[in-house]
């Protein structure tokens, strides 16, 4: 599991470590790959949608996800998991 968004390195290190989260966090600076999966219209744009995507083993994408239930969301992600 990846996450990524606009905010600086030093805000996500200490963002991830208050809230306890193991999953990497990388920063998507220039918003190349917030552009790409749909999250960003532009580079100019500050804030991403919250999205999330499953890739396959294959590297290809299942499914795309809006994210409107942060809490909820994972568990209802990971059961489409073959």
Known sequence: M???TFSPADDLKTWRDEVGLTAELLRDADRAVA??????QSAD????SRISVL?????????AYEVSDAEGHPA???AEIP
Not at 45 to 48: A, H, K, L, T, V
Not at 55 to 63: K, P, R
């Open 2 to 4: 990846l996450g990524i």
């Open 35 to 40: 552009m790409a999966y749909g999250a960003a």
């Open 45 to 48: 744009q500050e804030r991403p």
């Open 55 to 63: 890739v396959g083993t294959d590297g290809l994408v299942v499914n």
């Open 76 to 78: 209802a992600a990971l």
